[in-house]
């Protein structure tokens, strides 16, 4: 009987580290977006109080290294080739 119980707590134990690791690894995935988020609003607010050419590629150049599209402003990007 304890044999059986053993494996149960076992098998128990092992959803739980599972989940832990599940967790661990959202977390780190959303303050990376934040970090990013962050990141764009920093170049958006230094783009709007500048209002210059210098500024306005920042934010540019933060907003395609987020992965959205210049072209029809989507992330990801929905061109499929009507721009070239």
């Known amino acids: 009987m304890s044999e059986i119980f053993e494996r149960i707590l076992q098998e128990k134990q092992n959803e739980i580290d599972l989940l832990k690791a599940r ?7 959303w303050q990376g977006h934040f970090r990013q988020y962050e990141e764009l609003v920093q170049a958006a ?18 907003l395609v290294k987020q992965g959205w599209c210049t072209m ?7 061109c499929e080739g009507q721009y070239d």
């Open 23 to 29: 967790e661990a690894s959202s977390n780190k995935a």
């Open 45 to 62: 607010f230094m783009a709007l109080d500048n209002n210059s050419p210098e500024c306005h590629f920042h934010l540019k150049q933060v």
């Open 72 to 78: 029809c402003e989507c992330s990801p990007c929905e």
